[in-house]
């Protein structure tokens, strides 16, 4: 499932149950969150255009959740239900229930038993909330306006002052030290790229 303000990613995997479980089935639930994808936004009078710089998790990680469900039946109905009482949450309780039943038919449509059997199921959920930076048409790549302006967060540079900043080799996108090493550490150091460009950055610089 995806929004404009966040991506649902839903992998479930059934196998049958043991019996000592008991009668009802079990679902296994693990919920990762803390993830993020950028996007930068390009406006100018006539258009605009969205592309995503990158994704990455929070550091460090906040922890996952975990909940268990005990279905009597794989009616959606009832999967939803019992979803809802632990996400509260329409959508998600909705999106989920409809992969939990997809699974268990498919299950159950492989078995050889007449009568239906619990099922043990696991499941993993991972939410990304999309982040979205607005960069106005003047700050595309310019050798005489990004000389002077940081290229994230578009504020000016004072080179009067000699402050510190870092510039890629050969390029005028310039940034403020801190704004760069907090960029790179969002992202991943080895593949970090320019916001602008997406000019694979230098660690030398």
């Not at 009668?23 to 993020?36: A, D, M, P, W």
């Not at 999967?79 to 996400?87: A, F, G, K, N, P």
């Not at 050889?112 to 199921?121: E, H, R, Y």
Request: with cysteine; net charge negative; charged share 25%.
């Amino acid at each position: 499932m995806d929004t404009e303000s966040i991506r649902l990613e839903v992998n479930v995997s059934a196998t049958s149950q043991d019996p000592s479980l008991g009668l009802l089935s079990t679902v296994k639930i693990t919920v990762e969150r803390g993830y993020f994808e950028e996007f930068n936004i390009e406006k100018n009078d006539d258009h605009h255009s969205i592309k995503s710089v990158g994704s990455y998790r929070d550091s460090p990680p906040g922890p996952d959740s975990e909940f268990i469900l005990n279905l009597r039946t794989f009616e959606p109905k009832d999967v939803y239900r019992t979803l809802h009482s632990q996400l509260h949450d329409n959508l998600l309780s909705e999106y989920i229930a409809d992969e939990i039943v997809v699974q268990a038919l498919r299950q159950r449509s492989q078995s050889s038993n007449l009568a239906p059997q619990p099922l043990f199921m696991t499941g993993t959920i991972k939410l990304t909330q999309k982040v979205y930076n607005v960069v106005p048409c003047y700050s595309a790549p310019s050798a005489t306006n990004l000389e002077s302006t940081c290229a994230i967060c578009l504020d000016d540079l004072d080179l009067s002052r000699t402050e510190v900043y870092c510039q890629m080799p050969h390029y005028s996108h310039c940034y403020h030290e801190y704004c760069f090493n907090k960029w790179r550490d969002r992202h991943n150091q080895q593949d970090c790229s320019c916001p602008l460009c997406r000019k694979l950055v230098d660690e030398r610089i």
